[in-house]
C-alpha cells in the first residue's frame, strides 16, 4: 500500500512541478502523457502476470525441463471436473487445479481424487467475489484462510499454492496477503481465456504456439463465473493440447512435484 501511494504522491509533485514551469498547452500534453503512463504502470503491476511488484509470484517453472504445467481455475464442478480428470489420467497427464473453497466443499470426493491421482490441489478464495480485489486486509484474509481450511479439512497436507481470481494483485490484496503464511502466489504464462464464450479451436490457437519448458497454463474446469459456463470448449481443446504436448516431448507435470514452486 505504501508502494501505491509514494507512486501517486510522485505522480501529483510532477503534475504541480509541469503545471508550475511549463507553458499552458504543454502542461496539458505533459500532464496527459504523465496520466497514461501511471495508468499503464499500474495495470502492469497489478495485471500482468509475471509483475512482482505488489506480490512476489511464480509465473513460470524455474526448471529447464520439457515440462509444462496445466492449472484450471473456478472448480470443482460436478460434471466438468470429473471429465477433466478422465481425459488427463487417459493421457497420463498431471495438472493443478485452484478450486474455490465453497464448491470444493460441496464437491470433497473430487478434491479426493485430484489429489489421489498425482494433481495438485491450490486454492482461488473461498467465493470468487469481485469485491476480493477491494476488501480489507482481514477480508482477503479470511477469504483465502477459510478456502485453504475447507482443502486442509479434505486431504491430508494443506494446500500450498494460491491463486487470486483473474490473476490481479491489486494493493488491497497486497495487504491482505503480507498476513498468509505457507502459500505460494501462482499466476501464468500462458492463458486459454476460456473463462468467457469461445471455441475449442480459439483455445488451441492462444494456448498451442506457447507451449514450451516452462509454461504454466491457465485454464477452467469451473463453470458459472466470469459469464463462461459451457465448459465443451475447455475439453475438446484439453485434448488437443495434450497431443501438442506430446509431439513436443513436454511432460505435464503438476506444480507440487516442483521443489521450488509448492513448499
Ligand atoms: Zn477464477
Given amino acids: 500500500m505504501l508502494r ?7 505522480a501529483l509533485a510532477a503534475g504541480l512541478g509541469m503545471s508550475q514551469t511549463l507553458p499552458p498547452g504543454w502542461a496539458l500534453i505533459a500532464a496527459t502523457a504523465l496520466g497514461v503512463l501511471v495508468i499503464g504502470f499500474f495495470t502492469y503491476t497489478i495485471a500482468h502476470p509475471r509483475s ?3 506480490v512476489p509470484v511464480v509465473s513460470r517453472l524455474a526448471s529447464d525441463a520439457p515440462v509444462v504445467a496445466l492449472t484450471f481455475d473456478d472448480g470443482p464442478d460436478a460434471a466438468v471436473t470429473a471429465e477433466i480428470l478422465d ?7 498431471r495438472a493443478t487445479f485452484f478450486v474455490l473453497g465453497e464448491r470444493a466443499a460441496r464437491h470433497p470426493e473430487l478434491i479426493r481424487r485430484m489429489h489421489r491421482e498425482g494433481h495438485t490441489v491450490g486454492t482461488h478464495t473461498q467465493r470468487h467475489r469481485l469485491r476480493f480485489h477491494f476488501g480489507s486486509p482481514r477480508y482477503i484474509q ?15 497436507t494443506p494446500p500450498a499454492l494460491f491463486r487470486p481470481p483473474q490473476g490481479l494483485r ?18 501464468w504464462s500462458v492463458r486459454g481465456l476460456d473463462s468467457r464464450a469461445t471455441t475449442a479451436d480459439a483455445i488451441v490457437a492462444r494456448v498451442a504456439h506457447r507451449l514450451a519448458p516452462g509454461a ?15 465448459r465443451r470448449p475447455t475439453l475438446a481443446a484439453l485434448t488437443t493440447i495434450l497431443a501438442a504436448c506430446r509431439t513436443r516431448g513436454l511432460r505435464c507435470v503438476a506444480l507440487g512435484e516442483l ?3 509448492a513448499r
Fill in 52 to 54: 512482482q511488484f505488489f
Fill in 170 to 187: 491489486t494493493p488491497c490484496f497486497a495487504s491482505g496477503w503480507r498476513r498468509i503464511r505457507g502459500l505460494t502466489c501462482v499466476t
Fill in 4 to 10: 501505491a501511494f509514494a507512486i501517486k504522491g510522485l
Fill in 259 to 261: 521443489a521450488g514452486v
Fill in 216 to 230: 504454466i497454463v491457465a485454464l477452467h474446469d469451473g463453470t458459472g463465473l466470469g459469464g463462461g459456463c459451457d
Fill in 87 to 93: 481425459v488427463l489420467g487417459a493421457h497420463g497427464a
Fill in 142 to 156: 479470511r477469504e483465502i484462510e477459510d478456502a485453504v481450511a475447507v482443502v486442509a479439512g479434505i486431504l491430508p
